[in-house]
C-alpha cells in the first residue's frame, strides 16, 4: 500500500515499463560500454573484500580479489561509493566506523527473502500488456513476459515471471514445492485454463531464491535509511535502501545513484581548484 500510494501521486505513476531483454546485456553491457569509452574499468567477478582506512578513519583504500584466483588488488580513489545491498556492507562496515549513527542505525534495516519464479506454458493465459498486481497471498505482482518483454515473445504460449512473497517460510523448500504451490494459487486465478481436457499444461520452470533481498519495509525504518553522503568525507553510499523518494525499485535505485553523484559533486567542488 506504501508502494501504490507513492505511485499514485506521480502524473506517471500508472505507467510501468519492461525490458526488452535479459538485464546483463540490454541494462549492465551499456553502462559497462559507458564508463570504459571514457578510460574507466570494470571488474567483474572481483567483489569488495576490505575498506581500508587512514588514520583519520577516512577511506585510504579499498580491496577487491578475484573470485577464481583470489588475487588481491588495492584501489585508490579521490571519492569512494559503496552500491552493495544493505546486508551485505553492514558486513564490511570498519570497526572505527561502528559507533558512527548513520552506520550503526542500518542495524534497523534487513533484507526480506524474496523467490522469483518463471514459468513457460504451452497455452496463453492473458493478453494483458502490463504487471498485474495479485490477489493471491502467496504471489504479489506477476507479468505475462511472451507480452510484456520483446525476448520472450510468443503469441501462442504464456511466460510467466512471478515474485512469490512474503517468502520467509518458503525458501528452504524445494523447488518442486514452490512450483506446486505457484500453481495451485494459478488454478484460483485462471479456473477456467486448468480444468477439463484442453488445460493448460506447464512446459518448464525456473525458480530464483534470493535469501536477502531488498530491506524490509516495516513501520518506522525510514529513519534507518542513510543519506548518501556519509559522515565519512570521502565515503558515500548508493542503492535502494538509502533515502530517495522510491522505497526499494529500479527507479529508486538509480535515483539513489543520481543523489550520490551530485554529493560527490557537491563536496568536490568545494575543495580548491587544485585538488582532484
Ligand atoms: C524478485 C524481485 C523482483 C523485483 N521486481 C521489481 C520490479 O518489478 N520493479 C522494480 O522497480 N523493482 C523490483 N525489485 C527491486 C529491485 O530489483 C531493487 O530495488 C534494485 O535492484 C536495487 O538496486 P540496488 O542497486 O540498490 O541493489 P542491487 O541490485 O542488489 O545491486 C547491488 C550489487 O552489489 C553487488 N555486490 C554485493 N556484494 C558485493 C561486494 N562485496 N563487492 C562488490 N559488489 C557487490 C551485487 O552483486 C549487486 O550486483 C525486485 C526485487 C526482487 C528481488
Given amino acids: 500500500m506504501t508502494a501504490l500510494n507513492r505511485f499514485l501521486q506521480e502524473k506517471n505513476g500508472s505507467k510501468m515499463a519492461f525490458l526488452d531483454g535479459a538485464p546483463p546485456e540490454r541494462l549492465c553491457q551499456p553502462m559497462v560500454d559507458y564508463i570504459t569509452s571514457r578510460g574507466g574499468e570494470v571488474h567483474m567477478n572481483s567483489p569488495l573484500r576490505q575498506i581500508n582506512l587512514n588514520e583519520d578513519s577516512t577511506v585510504k583504500s579499498f580491496t577487491i580479489a578475484s573470485l577464481d584466483k583470489n588475487e588481491k588488488k588495492e584501489l585508490t580513489a579521490d571519492a569512494y561509493v559503496s552500491a552493495m545491498p544493505v546486508d ?55 507479468a505475462d513476459m511472451s507480452i510484456t518483454c520483446k525476448e520472450y515473445e510468443d503469441p501462442n504460449r ?16 524445494s523447488d518442486e514445492d514452490i512450483v506446486n504451490a505457484t500453481m495451485e494459487e494459478l488454478k484460483k486465478l485462471f479456473p477456467t485454463h486448468f480444468m477439463g481436457d484442453d488445460k493448460t499444461e506447464l512446459r518448464k520452470y525456473k525458480v530464483v531464491k534470493t535469501p536477502r533481498s531488498v530491506y524490509k519495509a516495516v513501520p518506522g525504518c525510514q529513519e534507518f535509511r542513510p543519506s548518501q553522503k556519509s559522515p565519512i568525507k570521502n565515503f558515500f553510499l548508493a542503492g535502494d535502501y538509502t533515502m530517495q523518494k522510491y522505497l526499494a525499485s529500479m527507479e529508486g535505485a538509480v535515483l539513489s545513484g543520481k543523489l550520490c553523484a551530485e554529493s560527490i559533486n557537491k563536496e568536490y567542488s568545494k575543495m580548491p581548484q587544485n585538488a582532484s
Fill in 88 to 142: 551485505l556492507f553492514k558486513l564490511m562496515i570498519p570497526k572505527q566506523w561502528k559507533g558512527l549513527d548513520a552506520f550503526s542505525k542500518l542495524d534497523g534495516l534487513n533484507g526480506v527473502p524474496v523467490i522469483n519464479i518463471h514459468l513457460w506454458f504451452d497455452k496463453k493465459l492473458t493478453d494483458i500488456d502490463h504487471l498485474l498486481f495479485s490477489r493471491s497471498p502467496l504471489l504479489s505482482v506477476y
Fill in 158 to 173: 504464456s511466460m510467466l515471471e512471478l515474485v512469490f512473497a512474503p517468502a520467509k517460510d518458503w525458501i528452504n523448500r
